[in-house]
């Protein structure tokens, strides 16, 4: 007896079936999410969050930050930033 398996990919939000476009990784607040998302729902995501990125600084990975403790910067290592925030100055 032969056997067929068909695996549907199924969008998270819409519940539509994926025909173009699949999952989509993204972090916040250090936690990390996996959506599956069409091609036109990851371009609504993008498009969510592009004001955010393009006002954010990117960050290397926490995990190639190493993981020993670091001491918060002093106040002569802070600087204002060009948005106001204060930030960190590496000697």
Same mark, same amino acid.
């Given at each position: 007896m032969a056997r067929?398996?068909?695996?549907?990919?199924?969008?998270?939000l819409d519940q539509s079936t994926i025909d173009e476009g699949g999952t989509v990784t993204f972090e916040l607040n250090g936690t990390s999410y996996e959506i599956d998302l069409t091609n036109a729902n990851q371009e609504k995501l993008r498009d969510a969050l592009a004001p955010f990125i393009k006002? #954010?600084?990117r960050v290397r990975p926490l995990a @190639?930050? #190493? @993981? @020993?403790?670091?001491?918060p910067p002093s106040a002569d290592e802070r600087a204002p930033s060009?948005? #106001?925030?204060?930030a960190?100055?590496?000697p």
């Open positions: 067929r398996r068909i695996v549907e990919l199924i969008d998270d006002a #954010g600084r @190639s930050r #190493g @993981s @020993s403790a670091v001491a060009a948005h #106001g925030h204060v960190t100055v590496t």
